[in-house]
Every structure is written in C-alpha cells, then in structure tokens.
C-alpha cells in the first residue's frame, strides 16, 4: 500500500481502530493513520465480497471540513471554492455532490476532493468537503490561504467515516433508514440511525453502488457494529480498497493523478462543467481549456497485459520495436476480470483501445493492449 508515515512520527488512530483490531486485521501505516491493509480473510475474498454482498470500509482518515459564508449565501461559498476547482459548484441542489480536483495556477492535480452543497435546514451558504488523508493538512492550508473575507474552513477532526459498498448495501441501510434506498447517485441526506446522527451520501470508491456514512467519532463504533450485524456485510481492508478501485478505473492521489497531471489527461474533462469549460475562472483554466481543444499529448489509459503477470507502479511502457511511450501508475491483479489490470499514461498516438504495447517487467518487454476503462462496469444507481 502507498502513502506510508514516516517512522519517527507517531501513527494516528481512526475513531474504529479497537473494532479492526478485535477483528483480526493486519494493520499498516497509511497516510500518517494505523489503517487495516486487511482482515484474516484476505485481499480475495474481501474483495469479491464487495462485488457480491456488501463490504464496510473505514475510511475516517479522510479529511472532513466545512466552508461557511458568514452571509449565509450559496452563491458566496460557490464562487469561493469555485476560484480553486473546476467543477460548477453555483448550480448543486441542496444535498448534491460532485466529485472535483483543486488546482495549482500550472493546472496540475494538487488533489482530488467531493463537495456537497449542504441541504439541512439553517445551513444556507455551507459546503462539506471530504479530502484525501494524505493531503488534508496541505489541502486545508492552501484552501484557507485562498479564501475571500467571509467565508471561512471550519475542520470536522471528530467525525468518523465509513463506505458501505456492493449490490447489497442499499438493502442493509435500507433495513436501518428505509429513506436511504431513495437516495439517487451523488445525492445525500441526514439521517437518524438508533439516535446517532448520520449524513449519507449515495457514492463510494468501488464502482459498486453504495453509501458513504459519516457521524461522531464517538458513535463510529456502535454504528460500525450495526452494520456489521448484517449477514450481508463483512469488513473490508485497504487491500481490496485499492484492488476495486483499481478495476473500476478510478484515479488515485498520488499515483495516477498528481501535480504533473490535468484533469484533461487524467480523463476526468466529466467532472468539469459546461460553464466551467467556457467561462475559466479557476486554476490552470488557460491549460485545461486548451487540452480540451487541442487535446492532450499524453493520456491515461487501460492496460491488459498478456499472461498473469502483474505491472506494478512504475513500470515503463513501449511499443513494440521498443520506442518508450508512457509509464504505469496503477497495477495489480483484478480479482473480478481474473487477470492483471493497470493503468498509466501514454502519448496520444498510441491511446486507442486495442493498441499493442510492451511493459518493461524485470528488464524483459512483456505484450499488453490498451483497454477501456472501467474493466469491472460501473454499477452506480442513476
């Protein structure tokens, strides 16, 4: 697993840390946290138990924050976040979410973030934000930094988060909160479960549908429990995390999305707005706006290589009379397509699903194509 602390500081703990713990789970540094890489199970079965019940992820490590507009208005707190990220923030409905990117001046990727314009009475002119462990601490000093007068970062270090996730999670919390199965994909609500107060929201990290349910640190345990409780739902470590993320072609922080990618080479143009494409107004907006029109020269794409062999992060790609032409930045094995899966960038001209490429593994070239992407489809509840 990737983003591991640094030894000499002492590791944090999630508000779930005993339950991992009283579980079995092998635990590992990740992003500064103590975090279950996986429980006694393992990575396979884990894994494809999220393909085919339901499977409970903590995901507390996760930065939760609130922007605030002292002046209570949705558009204030829009147009400031909208100054950082490219996605069109003004329009969400009460209770939407998108998924964005903020931004440096160049347009390169310094993380990866979901806004949701809250939809609770009395919180007019709030937006909640969940970042990556790794870079919530940047990502707030640099939001912060950035912000007009009157409207201010408030963090939530407090709140617990878990992902409940696969074809059976919306029967599990639908048995909990019978509103939930209501929810529309990227849509949440507040929500009461045994009296602790919940905000779900109808997304995830898996290409599966679910929910992502965050609470008070105090209440995580109990509410994990509950969940767990279900014969459908089985815990599930950063291992299988990483292995379903991976076959639903969805980017992670500091592998396949960093500041030396746009959004536009990373494929993620669908998470930028019409208005935002034409109007600009964000960071790197001159870059974006031209890879959009001109396209990009180098892209992220699927990779199938032949055989079982895996291609690991940093592997070099070629083509086949050994011109070098991209690098992996994901790979592994995809339990559900029964083979190894990656993706990486490549140079525009050999971006076309089907297109043979070499992957250097261990200095002998070994045969690939270029895939589309998701290599598990997408299950979502649109």
């Known amino acids: 697993m990737a983003e591991h602390a640094h030894s000499d500081e002492p590791l944090l703990q999630t508000p779930l840390h005993a ?84 931004l440096a001046e160049d347009g390169g990727i310094l993380d990866d973030l979901m806004v949701t314009r809250v939809g609770a009475p009395g919180h007019e002119g709030w937006l909640y934000l969940v970042v990556n462990a790794s870079m919530k601490e940047q990502d707030y000093a640099h939001i912060e930094a950035r912000l007009p007068k009157g409207v201010a970062l408030r963090r939530k270090d407090d709140l617990g988060l878990m992902a409940l996730q696969g074809p059976s999670a919306e029967a599990v919390l639908a048995r909990l909160v019978p509103e939930a199965a209501g929810l529309a994909f990227m849509m949440s609500a507040d929500v009461q479960i045994d009296a602790i107060w919940c905000h779900v929201s109808r997304s995830g990290y898996t290409g599966e549908d679910g929910f992502e349910i965050s609470c008070q640190g105090k209440d995580a345990p109990a509410l994990w429990n509950k969940l767990l409780a279900d014969p459908e739902v089985k815990a599930i470590g950063l291992g299988a995390r990483d292995s379903l993320r991976l076959e639903a072609g969805l980017c992670l922080y500091g592998h396949d999305i960093d500041p030396t990618t746009s959004p536009i080479e990373a494929g993620l143009i669908w998470s930028i707005q019409k208005r935002r494409r034409e109007e600009g107004g964000f960071p790197g907006a001159e870059r974006v706006q031209r890879e959009i029109k001109d396209g990009a020269a180098r892209v992220r794409v699927g990779i199938r290589p032949e055989g079982r062999a895996p291609a690991r992060e940093g592997t070099i790609i070629t083509t086949p009379d050994g011109h070098e032409v991209g690098i992996v930045t994901s790979g592994g094995f995809g339990p559900t397509v029964n083979g190894p899966v990656a993706m990486g960038y490549v140079a525009k001209e050999v971006s076309a699903v089907g297109t043979d490429l070499h992957l250097i593994v261990r200095g002998k070239p070994l045969p690939a194509k270029v895939a589309a992407m998701p290599f598990a489809p997408h299950r979502y509840k649109r």
């Not at 009283?22 to 079965?45: E, H, K, N």
């Not at 409970?56 to 100054?83: C, N, P, W, Y």
């Open 19 to 102: 339950e991992h713990v009283a579980l079995g789970a092998r635990m590992v540094p990740f992003a500064g946290y103590d975090m279950p890489v996986q429980y006694p199970t393992g990575i396979l079965t884990e894994h494809n138990w999220t393909r085919e019940h339901a499977g409970l992820f903590d995901v507390s490590h996760m930065g939760q924050a609130f922007l605030v507009a002292d002046d209570k208005s949705h558009e204030t707190v829009a147009r400031a976040i909208e100054a950082l990220i490219p996605a069109d923030v003004l329009n969400l409905k009460p209770n939407q979410q998108r998924y964005s990117q903020l």
